[in-house]
């Protein structure tokens, strides 16, 4: 029987292999998927931290994410309700110069779950791309865009501004998100939304297109 506390432990050892299995044990004492998921991500602020005080490295960095993201295909099925596609599409993409997408990826995740059909970009994506995949899907209603790195910030601002320069603006909604971003720099950069999290992004956009 796995516990809270063996979840975050397996996730900040970078335990790929074994992360699956003592989700599914934690799940099978009677854990909720949530608890277990907030549990993982609160792990990884764990590895943040240690990495800032120079105690881990970027391969630590990296096996944690990798084992954050097993540990998530098994939460996936249940904090998703399969409503997939009623709400519209939605584009998402970590922008150019940034690796990170746990964070994109359980904003997908919600937001698949929300009703969306989202279109997923993946990481270090370029201006042209978000351009070029809103123009070959015109019926989309939101651009969703993640930066997790103080330095990918100015990227995020230039995607923006492209976006907002296009004449197909004002048919479709711009989010943004991700650690080191605010509501007064999305407000700053033209944003439409900025959430904080994963659960308030899926709400977001449900506000937007309603
Ligand atoms: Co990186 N990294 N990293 N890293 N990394 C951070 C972000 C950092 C804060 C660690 C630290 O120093 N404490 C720091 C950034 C500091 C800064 O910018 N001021 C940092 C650094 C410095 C770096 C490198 C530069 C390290 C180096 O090479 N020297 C390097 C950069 C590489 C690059 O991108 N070019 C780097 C590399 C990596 C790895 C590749 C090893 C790995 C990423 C693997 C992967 O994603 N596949 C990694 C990791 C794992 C982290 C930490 C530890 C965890 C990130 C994470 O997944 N968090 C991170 C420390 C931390 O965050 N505490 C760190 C969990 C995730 C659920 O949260 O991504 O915030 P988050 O997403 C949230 C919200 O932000 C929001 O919802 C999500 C879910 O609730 N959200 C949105 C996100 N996108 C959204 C979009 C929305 C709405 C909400 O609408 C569209």
């Not at 004449?167 to 991700?178: F, I, L, N, T």
Request: hydrophobic fraction near 45%; charge should be negative.
């Amino acid at each position: 029987m796995a516990t809270l506390q063996d979840v975050a432990d397996i996730v900040i050892a970078g335990k790929a292999k074994k992360t699956p299995g003592v989700v599914q044990e934690a799940l099978d004492a009677g854990l909720a998927p949530k608890d277990i998921l907030n549990t993982m991500i609160d792990a990884m602020s764990v590895v943040g931290e240690r990495f800032s005080r120079n105690e881990i490295f970027v391969p630590e960095m990296l096996v944690a994410a990798k084992a954050m993201k097993k540990g998530v295909d098994v939460l996936k099925p249940l904090l998703s309700d399969g409503g997939v596609g009623s709400m519209g599409k939605m584009i998402m993409g970590t922008v150019a110069g940034d690796l990170h997408d746990i964070g994109k990826n359980l904003v997908i995740m919600m937001i698949e779950s929300a009703g969306f059909d989202v279109i997923d970009l993946g990481v270090d994506v370029p201006i042209e791309r978000f351009l070029s995949a809103y123009e070959e899907n015109p019926d989309t209603k939101i651009i969703g865009c993640s930066a997790l790195l103080t330095t990918t910030m100015p990227a995020l601002e230039q995607t923006v501004a492209a976006i907002n320069q296009q004449p197909w603006r004002s048919k479709v909604k711009v989010m943004v998100g991700g650690a080191p971003i605010t509501q007064e720099f999305a407000d700053r950069i033209g944003a439409d939304a900025y959430t904080e999290d994963a659960a308030s992004a899926a709400q977001k956009a449900k506000e937007l297109v309603s």
